[in-house]
């Protein structure tokens, strides 16, 4: 089965670029039906209030949840991150609430804020090359919430469950690594 890519904004593309050239069949996912029969989850990076108001258009909110929590190996990155959490700390939006974190919106900045990093993850031998746009970072993190890497003691990968949740972008560096993570998740 395939693992489906919510496609309504953002930097999807690239994700089904990356898990594809993992071997991994992908799904674009733009309407409910397109959530049947997945093997994983994605919820890539953009902008987390646009991906909030076109999921509640087309009907997405309630199917994403039951995926998400039916155990189905998610993967949310930066606004992907946002739209999984509890809440934010800045003005209200849509949320799935499904990740028990609170979530800072571009907790480092501006567009031209943006930064690389090498960063140490929880499970993997070598650092990760990670790359922040305009990324969040969690505020506050349930006691089921693993932590999997900081920047400057903020967290910006976290695990709870089945879902990996990251404030960078894996996808464009070509980093394989925290898809192999995610589509090895159990609930």
Do not use: W
């Not at 998400?68 to 990155?77: A, N």
């Not at 974190?101 to 571009?106: A, K, S, T």
């Not at 990670?130 to 900081?150: H, N, Q, S």
């Amino acid at each position: 089965m395939p693992v489906g890519i919510l496609a309504l904004q953002g930097d999807f593309r690239e994700h089904a670029q990356l898990l594809n050239g993992m071997g991994v069949e992908t799904r674009l996912v733009r309407k409910p039906g397109e959530l049947d029969s997945i093997d994983g989850l994605v919820i890539p990076g953009g902008e987390s209030t646009t991906i909030g108001k076109l999921a509640d258009r087309y009907g997405l909110l309630e199917p994403l949840r039951r995926v998400v929590r039916s155990g189905v190996p998610t993967l949310g990155t930066c606004a992907g991150l946002i739209f999984l959490a509890a809440g934010t700390t800045g003005p209200a939006q849509i949320h799935l609430g499904v990740l028990d974190v609170v979530v800072e919106r571009n907790a480092f900045g501006r567009q031209v804020d943006s930064f690389e990093a090498e960063l140490d993850v929880t499970g993997l031998v070598d650092p990760l090359h990670a790359v922040f746009i305009r990324a969040p970072v969690i505020d506050k993190a349930g006691a089921d919430v693993e932590i999997l890497a900081t920047v400057e003691n903020d967290p910006v990968m976290v695990r709870q469950g089945n879902i990996i949740a990251t404030s960078f972008h894996p996808e464009l560096t070509g980093e394989t690594r925290v898809h192999t993570l995610m589509l090895n998740q159990e609930g």
